[in-house]
């Protein structure tokens, strides 16, 4: 059954577009000679696609975003507002594009842009800068004891499946106990999710959901309870930096766990921060939105 596509009367639209069928196309977008918009994309107000790009099928092109010349976006992509992708760059599928991002290299299939790592990215600045830093994970990486090193700063490593929630929280109270009384300030940054499964809803098997859900969720609630309980009556500087994202705000097809899971991550933000204006010792909670990361997600 073909679905029927809207162009608005302000958008421009070159005779040699060739579009798909549920396609929308908003008010002041700009179609470029021989561009090809695949099935459902959303082109947004104000968005510009340039000559002999191509759009593939279910993706959500945001506001004022600009596609240059020979860019090809894979399918169920992501583009934030105010994003710009220069000539002859590759989107693979299922990635998201941040909000005013500049795009100067091809993005592989299932990332969020392209760097290190926004875990190992916090933990290299927190130690150049003297802390003490203190990592939850699966997996190290010995580069930031050598960074600690030169920069006379402190780094402790627990190795720690965030997904098995329990065997998290204890080691994690376990810490807490072992903070000293000396400090002036501690953050708690809540970074590790996943992104899989890449999927729609109704295709998700029980251990793909139990997974994301113990580790995006479960184990990020009970770290910030603990939190929470064992700072409350502390005088120093107390601070919880949520890692958030986009998709919290946004939907698109197969990227519903983990949107849901940061909308969660954003409401939970927003309650302790509520709930911390009465009390004498205050929490400060931030919800974060990094842009672009590519990382693994734990």
């Known amino acids: 059954m073909n679905i029927c596509s809207f162009v608005s009367d302000n958008a421009i639209l070159s005779k040699e577009t060739n579009i798909g069928n549920g396609v929308l196309v908003n008010q002041g977008a700009i179609i470029d000679n021989f561009v090809e918009i695949n099935d459902e994309v959303v082109v947004n107000i104000g968005a510009s696609v340039s000559h002999h790009s191509k759009i593939g099928k279910d993706s959500f092109l945001a506001p004022k975003y600009t596609i240059a010349g020979h860019v090809e976006v894979g399918e169920s992509v992501f583009i934030g507002a105010n994003a710009t992708i220069i000539n002859n760059i590759k989107i693979g599928n299922n990635s998201i594009i941040a909000a005013g991002s500049v795009i100067t290299n091809d993005v592989s299939e299932n990332v969020m842009g392209s760097s290190n790592g926004i875990g190992y990215s916090i933990c290299e600045k927190l130690l150049k800068e003297g802390n003490v830093v203190i990592g939850f994970s699966r997996s190290s990486n010995s580069k930031l004891f050598d960074i600690a090193e030169l920069h006379n700063a402190k780094y402790k490593f627990y190795q720690v499946d965030l997904s098995q929630t329990i ?117 400060k909670i931030f919800s974060f939105y990094p842009g672009k990361v590519d990382t693994n997600m734990q």
């Not at 903070?179 to 992104?195: F, Q, R, Y």
């Not at 999927?199 to 793909?208: A, L």
């Not at 990020?220 to 500087?237: G, Q, W």
Request: with cysteine; glycine share 4%; net charge negative.
């Open 167 to 283: 065997d998290a929280v204890r080691v994690f109270k376990d810490l807490l106990d072992e903070l000293n009384e000396k400090i002036t300030h501690v953050c708690m940054i809540n970074n590790a999710a996943t992104i899989d499964p890449i999927k729609m809803i109704g295709e998700w098997d029980c251990d793909e959901i139990s997974y994301a859900v113990s580790l995006n969720i479960h184990t990020s609630i009970m770290f910030i309870n603990e939190f929470v309980k064992f700072t409350r009556d502390k005088a120093y500087e107390k601070v919880i930096i949520n890692i958030s994202s986009g998709m919290a705000q946004k939907s698109i097809k197969g990227w519903a766990m983990y949107g849901i899971s940061k909308a969660l991550l954003d409401r939970i933000t927003i309650s302790v921060a509520h709930e911390q204006l009465e009390q004498k010792n205050p929490i």
